[in-house]
């Protein structure tokens, strides 16, 4: 079975933009999350989806945003980038996102702003 | 709302032997999940191990155990005979147990280094 895979692995982009991160779960799973990566802040959650509807969100401005499709990939958005934004990006998927039910997490998307 | 504590940031082992890495936490709930979780240089996050807090027995995989201290709110992980892959930093999670929805909470993290 493959794995949780994100696109792209790495992106560089300048204060301003807007950016789009991919998330492919594993076959099957129905929950995906979002979490932040920083030195300073450590692991942060984001958001998670299940069935398309945004069902858990974290402390997160508004200029994060997220969607789900049928097809259970995810995709979360991030505009007008901060130098604060500088990250890596994981998701994470599971069968239904219960805690007995294993989280599975991708490579992360590196996210530089310059 | 939850937190989750890891009170060393580095810490050192020779291959062969034993190793303790803390966590404490504090939580309302009563119904909950912890976990461990490895983030080895290659930046993917693998699960280790996982203790329901209804239940007394301490979770057990392979060379990886836990002290879990519910009345303390202290979730330790134990490596035994470690190995140089077990160089990682490990993160200690925590999870309310709901019928919908889920977000982990981490700690800070702790930095492994297993020396040959």
């Known amino acids: 079975k493959a794995g949780v895979t994100q696109t792209p692995r790495y992106l560089i982009k300048t204060r301003g933009q807007q950016v789009t991160l991919s998330c492919s779960p594993i076959s099957g799973h129905r929950s995906v999350s979002w979490y932040q990566q920083t030195p300073g802040q450590g692991l942060q959650f984001l958001f998670e989806y299940f069935s398309e509807t945004q069902r858990n969100k974290g402390n997160f401005p508004g200029r994060f945003s997220g969607r789900q499709f049928s097809n259970s990939r995810s995709e979360m958005n991030v505009s007008t980038l901060e130098l604060g934004d500088s990250a890596l990006y994981l998701c994470a998927s599971s069968l239904n996102g219960q805690g007995w039910n294993e989280q599975f997490f991708g490579p992360g998307t590196r996210l530089t702003v310059l | 709302a939850q937190t989750v504590t890891q009170s060393q940031p580095e810490m050192s082992v020779q291959e062969a032997e034993t190793v303790t890495l803390s966590c404490t936490y504090d939580t309302s709930e009563s119904n909950y999940y912890l976990f461990w979780y490895k983030q080895p240089p290659s930046r993917q996050m693998i699960l280790v191990i996982r203790?329901?807090?209804?239940?007394?027995q301490n979770a057990t995989e392979n060379r990886f155990s836990v002290n879990f201290q519910k009345a303390a709110k202290s979730f330790s992980l134990k490596i035994s005979d470690s190995q140089l892959g077990d160089t990682a930093m490990y993160f200690c999670a925590f999870m309310k147990r709901e019928t919908s929805g889920s977000r982990l909470t981490f700690g800070e993290g702790t930095q492994l280094t297993v020396n040959p």
């Open positions: 203790q329901e807090a209804y239940k007394q």
